[in-house]
């Protein structure tokens, strides 16, 4: 059983340090490193407390950087492990596995304990980097203990919790796609918000058992040490009037070794959700999950909005883009829905603009991915001069269904704010750009998806305050500034995406 279980995590982990998006993920990570331990000479600093700079020791750093680390694995560990069945199902290894005696509790403990593996390999690179940034920038020697105890306390709850997810997620059919994808962005991003706000302001105890990310552990330490809960972790300004403090690090002491451990291990009985719903590659059991999902909630509600896009699809459309943006409502009917729900909510609340974004954002997640995904880029290459003009093609559907699905939020711009309507347009083609960008270059709509999202829940947070951040005129009218760097991003994501277009076009 043992060496099964082991043949199953050793296959995952050297598949996925074979390829190269691994590799690149690995190097955006090591440089965020750089990024996040600023030289104190620039004004800003990796962690302050009450304002003031916390002086770069090895428990400083290392209690900054596993933070970040802890949100990074959170947030975007999750779709970067989320395919491990799928690709078992897709190289028809899954088939060869299930003719073996390997038990399907065998293999769902082996994809997680491959899970596992691959995201501490990750984390121990970045912690890493993190000490090399300690000799370069650090106050005082490197201490490697106090550094790798800052890790073991922060990190561990939020690999096992990502690694249970992707499984569950995977084994059960409605949350193994792009619905799955936005569930648990949100699912993680608000349990974050109310274990860490519980145990923030002193509130039930219960939570602490459920501090995956370790915030709500260290807003405790914090208050305790020193009397106060504000604290920023990251890039931040400091206030260099107040003298810098100098920290010992996160202790773990009675209960704390408890309530740790705990939520390191209580995701692990998901595990059995996993067990229930596999389908350990039968044959019969994919026909059927495929079958059950066309009789699913999802599909009755695409065949309940059939009626409603039958009349658009028919509409007599030339041009590549307007028959590709038309295949994306013929296909996912769901999406007139969400053009009557994006209409009546803003003539009802103009302030609902950011919501309409990221529902858009979902249904043009895959529009540059899916011929690559299903397979018939061949027959799309055979048209005349779209292998040339994939991006711009691709780039123009996307942006012509969010301007369907948005083109009442901008006629009430039009008419009622005219001076937002600019930077608006200018968000949806950011928006379109990115999509299609993100989706050409990694081939999924996962990449886009994350961090779309991402962007977008810490701009709604931020509520215009950092007017850098309002790429749409959420909030208010952005700078002309503004508008010209989003205008500049979106043109450099299609510049880049072009291209990698082309290399693969020559290979």
């Given at each position: 059983?043992i ?9 995952d ?24 331990v600023?030289?104190p000479?620039?004004g800003?600093t ?5 304002g003031?700079?916390?002086?770069y ?11 970040l680390?802890?949100?990074f694995v ?7 492990i989320?395919?491990a069945?799928?690709?078992?199902v897709d190289?028809r290894?899954g088939?060869?596995?299930a003719?073996?005696?390997?038990g ?9 304990l ?8 990750f984390?121990g690179g970045?912690?890493?980097v993190?000490m090399?940034?300690q ?15 800052q890790?073991a306390?922060?990190?561990p709850?939020?690999?096992?919790f990502v690694?249970v ?18 569930v648990?962005?949100?699912?993680y991003?608000?349990a974050?918000?109310?274990?860490g706000?519980?145990m ?9 058992y459920?501090?995956i990310?370790g915030f709500?552990f ?7 040490i020193?009397?106060t ?8 300004s ?5 003298r810098?403090i100098?920290i010992?690090?996160?202790d ?30 039968d044959?019969?059991?994919?026909r ?12 009755n509600?695409?065949?309940l909005?059939?009626?409603f896009?039958?009349p658009?699809a ?20 769901f999406?007139v829905?969400a053009?009557i729900g ?6 009802a609340n ?6 309409a ?12 991915s899916?011929?690559r995904?299903?397979?018939?880029t ?5 048209a005349?001069?779209?292998?040339e ?19 009442a939020?901008?006629l ?23 999509a299609t ?5 990694s ?6 998806i994350v961090?779309?999202l991402?962007?977008?829940?810490v701009?709604?947070?931020d509520?215009?305050?950092?007017k850098?951040?309002d790429f749409?005129g ?15 991003i979106a ?14 076009l020559?290979?």
């Open positions: 059983m060496g099964r279980i082991g043949a199953i995590v050793r296959a982990f050297l598949i996925r340090f074979r390829r190269l998006s691994t590799v690149v993920v690995f190097l955006l990570l090591s440089g965020f490193a750089y990024v996040w600023p030289a000479s620039t800003r990796l962690m302050q407390v009450s003031a700079r916390v002086i020791n090895s428990a400083a750093i290392g209690i900054g950087t596993s933070m680390a802890s949100i959170g947030l975007f560990g999750f779709y970067v989320s395919n069945v799928r690709r078992d190289s290894c088939y060869v596995i003719s073996t005696n390997v399907t509790g065998e293999y769902i403990l082996g994809k997680f491959g899970n596992v593996v691959f995201l501490s390999s984390v970045y912690m890493a993190s090399v940034m000799l370069v920038r650090g106050e005082a020697r490197l201490e490697p203990l106090i550094f790798i105890k890790y306390i922060m990190t709850a939020t690999i096992v690694s997810a992707a499984i569950v997620f995977e084994s059960i059919p409605f949350l193994s796609g792009r619905f799955g994808d936005v648990y962005f949100f699912l991003c608000v974050l918000g109310i274990v706000s519980t923030e302001h002193g509130g039930s105890s219960i939570a602490r459920f501090d990310s709500g260290m807003f405790e330490q914090t208050r305790r020193f009397h809960t504000s604290m920023s972790i990251g890039s931040s400091f206030n260099p009037a107040v810098p100098l010992g690090g996160l773990l002491s009675g209960q704390d070794w408890v309530t740790r451990i705990v939520s390191t291990l209580i995701s692990i009985p998901l595990l059995l959700l996993a067990w229930l719903f596999f389908h350990r590659f044959p019969a059991r994919l059927a999950a495929g079958a059950k999902g066309k009789r699913g909630w999802m599909r509600i695409n065949a909005a059939r009626p896009v039958r658009l028919a509409i007599p459309v030339r041009g590549a883009a307007l028959k590709d943006a038309m295949m994306t409502f013929a296909s996912t009917p999406t829905f053009l994006i209409t009546i909510a803003a003539l103009p302030a609902s603009l950011p919501i974004f990221a529902i858009v954002a979902v249904f043009i997640a895959d529009v540059a899916r011929d995904r299903s397979g018939t061949g027959l799309i290459y055979a005349p001069r779209l292998r003009r994939f991006v711009t093609w691709k780039l123009s559907s996307a942006a012509i269904v969010a301007l369907l699905l948005l083109v939020p901008i009430h711009t039009a008419v009622a704010q005219r001076a937002r309507l600019l930077p608006l347009i200018i968000g949806i083609l950011f928006l379109a750009a990115a960008s993100l989706g050409v270059i081939g999924n709509p996962k990449t886009f961090l779309f991402t962007f977008w829940y701009v709604v947070n509520k215009g305050a950092t850098a951040l749409a959420f909030f208010s009218t952005p700078a002309m500034g503004v508008m010209g760097m989003y205008a500049g043109i450099g994501l299609i510049a880049m995406a072009e291209v990698v277009h082309r290399a693969r020559r290979v």
